[in-house]
Each structure stands twice: as structure tokens, then as C-alpha cells.
């Protein structure tokens, strides 16, 4: 009898940022409908990545995080954005505000968008924590 297939993370790990850049992709769609526009995605560098990086007309920078949990047993995906995560993100913001000058002086805030189940149903939380928290 063959020995069974190994059961790496390999596999998982591409089946999860599949599933993430689906989610991702989602809800960049539902932040453009609601009148959001795009200034950039997955921007990172040492300090972090910021999946989403949107405009308000008229209005603020919006740094999004985008939290997927197939289930909330364990909180839902807004809960999974933890005082480490936050201070990550708010360094990888401050960076992509000293690279691009260009919004240096935009009001900003923080969103998560929370998605769960299948098929996703999202949750666009506003100002889900401020750079001082």
C-alpha cells in the first residue's frame, strides 16, 4: 500500500491565502460601493502590512484590516485584532504616511472589516480603534 499523502502546511497555508485574498477582494468591493476608493493594497514593509489603504471622499484615509474567521467560536475576526496587531498596523501606517507625503496631512482612522461563515457575510467596523489606543 502507498504511503499516504503528507499532510503539510504548505497546502493549508496556500489554501488560506487564497481564502484571505478572496476576502480581501470582497471587501475592497463592498468598501468601493459604500464610496470608498482605492489607494493601495497589501502595502507593507518591515513594519507590517496594511490590506487595504482607502480614500472617503471628501474625507479621511482609511486603513483597513480585513479579519477572517470561519467561525466566531473563539471571537469573531475584529476580536482576533489584538493590542500587538494594532500597534503593528499603526506603525506600517505611519510608514506608508512618511512614504507617501502626499496624505501626510489626511485625517486618518482605523477600520476592520470582520468576515465569517460560508459564504462570507461581512461586518465594516469604523473606526474600529484610533493610533493612540
Not at 484571505?20 to 493601495?40: D, F, M, N, S, T
Not at 494594532?86 to 468576515?115: I, K, N, T
Request: proline residues 6%.
Amino acid at each position: 500500500m502507498p504511503p499516504a499523502p503528507p499532510r503539510g502546511r504548505r497546502r493549508d497555508a496556500a489554501t488560506s491565502r487564497e481564502r484571505g485574498q478572496a476576502v480581501e477582494r470582497l471587501a475592497r468591493e463592498h468598501l468601493q460601493a459604500q464610496g470608498l476608493r482605492v489607494v493601495a493594497a497589501n502595502a507593507g514593509d518591515r513594519f507590517g502590512e496594511l490590506d487595504l489603504v482607502m480614500h472617503e471622499a471628501g474625507g479621511a484615509l482609511v486603513f483597513v484590516e480585513v479579519r477572517y474567521r470561519r467561525s466566531a467560536a473563539f471571537g469573531g475576526g475584529a476580536a482576533s485584532v489584538d493590542a500587538g496587531k494594532r500597534a503593528r498596523l499603526v506603525r506600517a501606517a505611519r510608514a506608508f504616511l512618511a512614504a507617501h507625503p502626499r496624505w501626510a496631512q489626511a485625517p486618518c482612522r482605523f477600520d476592520v472589516v470582520e468576515a465569517g461563515g460560508e459564504p462570507p457575510r461581512l461586518r465594516w467596523i469604523r473606526d474600529a480603534f484610533r493610533a493612540d489606543d
